[in-house]
């Protein structure tokens, strides 16, 4: 029988090594010519969802949390779960604590020595229960989860007070390209209102920390060229998901323009393996397969196979931490900023895009079951045919290198779907 510490160690990636220190010199200038880009239509709908995103903020909003705000019990909690145990250690709050890469990510940073208090809402937009799993597995870790919403402008000014955090992995989100379709709303309250919120107790705070946070390769959006570079246009996105992660990108530009916030935005490829998002095609088809049940393929144009950058979530977490150890400090004090501060953006992704066919000839083989596929056209929901990272930049200034192919990280995942779950392979199931 393992113990838990090893089944956490086969569940989680092991503590990144050392990545390079260098701060990147002369990034500003390729994103001006991102940024000048912008179609004047988007801009009008950027003013329509940040003027949607105002309203929102200035409504009052009480969270589950508030209750604790006057609790020195809670206090202590906070401070001892952000005080880091190495020297020169970090001190982290990372939003979507108890999400997929938030968990993952929040427990490598305390496995390496450095303090981590997490922040989550547990919305129901998927199975709340491994949301909750997830947080116990972090609770094992000494970090403490914070139930609470970026939206609750009290409880962040309460979490600032207590700890100087030196940086913030905003990592919560309201994900999903198709959902927006059913709930528009919910991506502008988390996606932009909640981004708002945040920055602005960021800005607030006294040390200002350096701010990492999770884009998305969605705003590449109807982008044709491949691979996708950091300095391709970004002003044609097809859907709402990805209309919001834009509108972040622009967002976090002027805060870093006005208070001196250090910005590192990250544009995530796809990312997979245990503990991941029920919702992901690579999740759902797993259940699917082994219920018996058909699976849905969608095709491009001309009956074309989609392709996806699938990218494993330890290389996500590896470019995650690198990019917090190499963030420049904040220049403000008190809103007021005393010089410029960096801004970056990078790709985080595979660089081997593979199409999805394949993607479910892997599940097969591992699940030791067959498929019953459907072939369906892809509707004009907001996916793209393809993506496709280029990552040369993240390797450049983070020493990024992913390092697990598709076959690899399925095998993984597969192996925890199964002994979370309560499966065996080869055995379809009843769900």
């Known amino acids: 029988m393992r113990s838990v510490?090893?089944?956490e160690e086969e569940l989680f990636p092991s503590t990144p090594g050392k990545v390079k220190i260098e701060r990147a010199h002369g990034i500003n200038r390729q994103f001006h010519r991102c940024f000048a880009s912008t179609s004047t239509m988007f801009l009008w709908a950027l003013f329509l969802i940040t003027l949607t995103a105002s309203y929102l903020s200035f409504q009052s909003f009480v969270s589950t949390s508030s209750r604790f705000l006057s609790s020195s019990a809670w206090d202590r909690q906070?401070?001892?779960?952000?005080?880091?145990?190495?020297?020169?250690?970090?001190?982290?709050?990372?939003?979507?604590?108890?999400?997929?890469?938030?968990?993952?990510?929040?427990?490598?940073?305390?496995?390496?020595?450095?303090?981590?208090?997490?922040?989550?809402?547990f919305n129901s937009y998927y199975d709340p229960s491994l949301k909750r799993a997830r947080q116990a597995l972090l609770s094992r870790s000494s970090i403490f989860v914070v139930d609470g919403d970026l939206n609750d402008r009290r409880l962040l000014s309460k979490l600032f007070s207590l700890a100087p955090f030196s940086h913030v992995l905003h990592l919560a989100a309201q994900a999903g390209v198709r959902y927006a379709v059913e709930n528009p709303s919910s991506y502008v309250h988390s996606?932009?209102?909640?981004?708002?919120?945040?920055?602005?107790?960021?800005?607030?705070?006294?040390?200002?920390?350096?701010?990492?946070?999770?884009s998305s390769s969605s705003v590449y959006g109807l982008n044709d060229k491949s691979p996708f570079s950091e300095s391709?246009?970004?002003?044609?996105?097809?859907?709402?998901?990805?209309?919001?992660?834009?509108?972040?990108?622009?967002?976090?530009?002027?805060?870093n323009h006005i208070y001196g916030l250090s910005i590192t935005g990250l544009r995530f490829f796809t990312v997979y393996g245990p503990m991941g998002r029920p919702d992901m095609a690579y999740f759902s088809f797993t259940k699917a397969i082994l219920?018996?049940?058909?699976?849905?393929i969608y095709r491009g144009k001309n009956r074309a196979d989609l392709a996806r950058d699938f990218t494993y979530i330890d290389d996500i977490v590896r470019g995650c931490i690198a990019s917090l150890d190499t963030a420049g400090e904040s220049t403000g004090t008190g809103g007021k900023k005393s010089g410029p501060a960096p801004y970056r953006i990078f790709n985080l992704g595979n660089t081997s895009p593979v199409t999805v066919p394949t993607l479910v000839s892997i599940l097969e083989k591992h699940l030791r079951l067959k498929a019953k596929k459907k072939l369906v056209e892809m509707p004009g929901n907001g996916d793209v045919p393809f993506t496709h990272a280029n990552i040369s930049l993240a390797m450049a200034e983070l020493g990024y290198k992913p390092t697990t192919n598709l076959e690899t990280g399925l095998k993984k995942f597969v192996k925890w779907y199964l002994s979370y779950y309560g499966h065996s392979r080869g055995r379809k199931t009843n769900l």
Do not use: M
């Open 5 to 7: 510490k090893e089944q």
């Open 191 to 214: 996606n932009i209102a909640g981004l708002v919120a945040l920055l602005e107790a960021a800005r607030s705070a006294d040390p200002q920390p350096a701010v990492i946070w999770a």
């Open 232 to 255: 391709d246009r970004t002003d044609r996105p097809a859907s709402l998901y990805a209309a919001t992660k834009k509108a972040g990108e622009a967002i976090t530009h002027t805060y």
């Open 78 to 121: 906070i401070r001892e779960s952000a005080a880091p145990v190495r020297s020169q250690g970090l001190s982290v709050l990372v939003t979507g604590a108890a999400g997929f890469v938030g968990s993952h990510c929040s427990l490598a940073l305390r496995k390496r020595g450095d303090g981590v208090v997490g922040l989550d809402n």
């Open 291 to 296: 219920a018996g049940k058909p699976i849905t």
